[in-house]
């Protein structure tokens, strides 16, 4: 049974950094592209970045270009985030996704971002 | 990047049908055959319903069906059950990204 679990989250000043983890089980991790996909309070689903099989390539949404780095250790079964400069509109819950067939086909329950003074 | 539009609520009785759009444009839904759609049940993990406009995973019963005209992709729920009501989700690549649907909460009457 595929299971990838988020962590890493908490509360954060504006301005601050946060690094999110999300170890994957039962899956050759290795094989697949991921995502991070973010929901903030009250808001629809937001997709973030996602990272190709080897790390080679890596993609972000506009909103958080410059700020934040995808990066995975397939060694490791980790997919991470790391969240720089963060602002007010980045509190969120983030989950991590395994992407196939242009979809996303396995979630983890999410991790949450409080960005707050 | 603006989210696809879908209507915020939906609703049918057991065993009717209901059916869900998801609105974009001609760089997203419109332009790749790549739409898919997400159940997630209050306090569950989402759950992919639909891939590539109509396709099924294993386990995903044949009930939900999607399609697609234009810049509109639909999900259906035929045979409506207690056990479909959930927030359902689009969505589509959009050319090195994606992009989700505003959402739609499916009400069981």
């Known amino acids: 049974e595929v299971q990838l679990v988020e962590s890493g989250g908490g509360l954060v000043q504006p301005g601050g950094s946060l690094r999110l983890s999300c170890t994957a089980s039962?899956?050759?991790?290795?094989?697949?592209?991921m995502s991070w996909v973010r929901r903030a309070p009250g808001k629809g689903l937001v997709w973030v970045s996602h990272i190709k099989s080897d790390g080679s390539t890596t993609t972000y949404a506009d909103s958080v270009k410059g700020r934040f780095t995808v990066s995975r250790d397939n060694a490791k079964n980790t997919l991470y985030l790391q969240m720089d400069s963060l602002r007010a509109d980045d509190t969120a819950v983030y989950y991590c996704?395994?992407?196939?067939?242009?979809?996303?086909?396995?979630w983890g329950q999410g991790t949450l971002v409080t960005v707050s003074s | 990047q603006s989210a696809l539009t879908q209507p915020p609520s939906a609703s049918g009785s057991p065993g009717q049908s209901v059916t869900i759009s998801c609105t974009g444009t001609?760089?997203?839904?419109?332009?790749?055959?790549?739409v898919s759609w997400y159940q997630q049940h209050p306090g569950k993990a989402l759950k992919l319903m639909i891939y590539e406009v109509n396709k099924r995973p294993s386990g995903v019963p044949d009930r939900f069906s999607g399609s697609k005209s234009g810049n509109t992709a639909s999900l259906t729920v035929s045979g409506l059950q207690a056990e479909d009501e959930a927030d359902y989700y689009c969505?589509?690549?959009?050319?090195?990204?994606?992009?989700f649907g505003t959402g739609t909460t499916v009400t069981v009457l």
């Open positions: 001609s760089s997203d839904v419109g332009g790749y055959n790549r």
């Open positions: 039962g899956v050759t991790f290795s094989n697949y592209w």
């Open positions: 969505s589509s690549y959009a050319g090195s990204t994606y992009v």
């Open positions: 996704a395994r992407a196939a067939f242009w979809a996303f086909d396995y």
